[in-house]
Structure formats: C-alpha cells, structure tokens
C-alpha cells in the first residue's frame, strides 16, 4: 500500500515571498503520477500542478513548480510570488499507474494549510 | 459542461436516518470515487467504480453502500447515519486514460446528530 505524508500542518508567508510545502511517499512502484491539489475555503479541490514518475524534468505551471526526487522519494511543492489568492489547503496526491481495471485510486496526504499574509 | 455535480451541498441526520449522496458526471468518464475528509487525515477513499456495473471497496466502506447502474451517475447510500459518518464527502471522476487525475465535485458537508 501507499502511504503519503505531509509533515507540515500549517505554514504561512508574506505576501510575494516564496514557500516551499513539504511531501514525502512510500511506494515499491516505478511507475506513478504525483499531484498537489489546492482547497480554498470555497472547499472546491483544485489541480495545481503534476508529475510523471517516469519524466525526471520538474513539473512547472506559471508560479507553481515542483521538487521531485523519485530516489528520495520527496514531491515538494514551491510556490513564488506569492499571492493573498494562494491561502487554502494543500494536498499532496499519488497514483498509481494502474491497469485499466483497477482503477487507479489516489492516495492523499493529511494537507498543509497555508496562510498568505498581506 | 458541468463536470461533477454532487447534491445536496449539506446536509443534518439524525442518528439511524438513511440517505443517499448523489453524484452524477458529465464527462463520460469510467472511473468514479467517493472520498470522506476529515481533519488531520486528508481524503480517504470509500468506495470506488471503474465502469457500469462494477464497484469495489476503498479504504473505509464500513456503513456505506453503492452502485453504479449507468456511467453517469455514483450515488452513495448512508443505510444507519452514525455520528462517526460526519464528514466532508467529495466525488470525483476520471477517464480511463487520463493522466491528470481526478475531476472533483464541490462535496457534500454532512453533520450526523
């Protein structure tokens, strides 16, 4: 089974600065997607950025980018610039790449609440 | 394009009620999910369906029911509210070869009494 934990609970920053949220996984797969999933209090879960186990390039999308170090087996997420947008619950996610039979669930980490400060 | 819809938003019961959380998706999408969240502990997946017709236990099933009689639509059955079962529940979806994850509905708040 896979475990994914996320070590920090809360976090905050000021505004335009950078932060960097922590994510740790177990899993004996080579072959895998990672997931940051961000809910505002709205509670909407919303796709922030992925990863590919299989591609060694960092996942980037415009201010939000990714540390991986599959070795490690570390999914950091850093976010620049930071905006009073940004504040809202982060998950960090895995997947499994599945037969198409199995469905492919994700497993979620316990969430890091992020605060940005004006 | 809707996405998922889940219904109701909230929702009281009272201790022993039954009920059922709808879900319904309009993306044509084989896999569909129901999670549960709780403070401290992320999402944990309930119950799960890779297509019509065929559904299998997540990792919480205990008091929960489900089926998947069209493609469409997953709906979750509560058949005796427990107080245990107050919850944030999210479905979500994904096509069978879709590589960026789940599609989420907005969830359902839940309060049993």
């Known amino acids: 089974a896979q475990t994914v934990t996320q070590s920090q609970p809360e976090m905050s920053v000021q505004e335009a600065e950078t932060v960097t949220l922590s994510c740790t996984y177990d899993t004996s797969e080579n072959n895998y997607y990672l997931f940051w999933y961000k809910q505002p209090p709205s509670r909407q879960m919303i796709l922030v950025i992925r990863?590919?186990?299989?591609?060694?390039q960092n996942a980037t999308e415009n201010r939000f980018s990714v540390n991986f170090q599959k070795a490690a087996k570390s999914f950091s997420l850093k976010i620049s610039d930071s905006q009073l947008g940004d504040t809202a619950m982060y998950f960090c996610a895995f997947m499994k790449h599945e037969r198409e039979t199995s469905g492919s669930r994700l497993t979620f980490g316990e969430g890091t609440q992020l605060t940005v400060n004006p | 394009n809707a996405g998922v819809t889940q219904t109701p938003k909230f929702q009281v019961l009272k201790t022993g009620q039954s009920m059922t959380l709808q879900c319904a998706q309009d993306?044509?999408?084989?896999?569909m999910s129901w999670y549960r969240q709780d403070p401290g502990m992320g999402l944990r997946l309930i119950h799960y369906?890779?297509?019509?017709?065929?559904?299998d236990q997540g990792e919480v099933p205990n008091g929960y029911n489900v089926s998947r009689s069209t493609t469409e639509d997953f709906p979750l059955r509560l058949l005796s509210a427990a107080p245990s079962q107050t919850s944030v529940y999210f479905c979500?979806?994904?096509?069978?070869?879709?590589?960026?994850?789940?599609?989420f509905g907005s969830g359902t708040r839940l309060t049993v009494v």
């Open positions: 990863q590919e186990a299989y591609k060694q």
């Open positions: 369906s890779v297509g019509a017709g065929i559904t």
């Open positions: 979500a979806s994904r096509g069978l070869r879709d590589r960026y994850g789940y599609t």
């Open positions: 993306m044509n999408h084989e896999y």
